[in-house]
């Protein structure tokens, strides 16, 4: 159980394209998730947290427009990046929580490449 | 501000031996969850171990164990009989037990087992 998947696994696109992430909660539904950043070698950096039909609440230094999350239910949030440039290149994870508990379960991960 | 500190960037360990991994963390919460995570070279994020901060009996997962001690804020890991398999980033992660359920990671331990 508790399983989470987020498609594509990988992409590349052109820089000036906008690019989206889903990320779907497989066998629960999920009341918060999450979206991290991973860069080589690094932590996973908090982006923005997610609660089904609300708006997301962004970490400092995150762009709202760049990185747009839709959490439309729940089972199912989106992170658009819109305008990719190469600095936007990274591994995108995104984390599912259930209500009434603490623990976050994990997508697989897409690695975004911008040319 | 809630942290959580890895001092050990890197480590290595020979095949069937044990090795500790060291996590420390400040916080002024009296209840909390504490995470031991793996990221093998997949990325997919594979929760090792959990503790919750009231209970004061060491959580313990097979192989996997570790060392609690509210009093110091240190959270460690023991891997026994480590395994070519257990080479990974492992990341030690914090939450509060109310409030967003963000975690709050630390900047990981790159372990290697050695054949």
């Known amino acids: 159980g508790a399983v989470v998947s987020q498609h594509p696994s990988w992409v590349i696109c052109k820089s000036g394209t906008s690019v989206k992430i889903e990320c779907r909660s497989l066998d629960f539904q999920a009341t918060t998730m999450f979206w991290y950043r991973q860069f080589p070698k690094q932590s996973l950096m908090l982006m923005a947290t997610s609660n089904e039909g609300s708006k997301a609440t962004y970490e400092q230094g995150v762009e709202k427009d760049k990185f747009l999350i839709n959490h439309a239910s729940l089972t199912l949030s989106t992170l658009t990046v819109t305008s990719a440039h190469p600095e936007d290149s990274s591994f995108y994870i995104c984390?599912?929580?259930?209500?009434?508990?603490?623990?976050?379960?994990f997508g697989p991960g897409t690695r975004l490449t911008v040319l | 501000a809630q942290t959580v500190t890895q001092s050990q960037p890197e480590m290595s360990v020979q095949e069937a031996e044990t090795v500790t991994l060291s996590c420390t963390y400040d916080?002024?919460?009296?209840?909390?969850?504490l995470f031991w995570y793996k990221q093998p070279p997949s990325r997919q994020m594979i929760l090792v171990i959990r503790?919750?901060?009231?209970?004061?009996q060491n959580a313990t997962e097979n192989r996997f164990s570790v060392n609690f001690q509210k009093a110091a804020k240190s959270f460690s890991l023991k891997i026994s009989d480590s395994q070519l398999g257990d080479t990974a980033m492992y990341f030690c992660?914090?939450?509060?037990?109310?409030?967003?359920?963000?975690?709050?990671f630390g900047t990981g331990t790159r372990l290697k087992v050695l054949a």
């Open positions: 984390s599912a929580r259930v209500a009434g508990m603490n623990e976050q379960f």
């Open positions: 992660a914090f939450t509060p037990t109310s409030g967003t359920y963000k975690y709050i």
């Open positions: 916080t002024s919460e009296n209840n909390y969850y």
């Open positions: 503790q919750e901060a009231y209970k004061q």
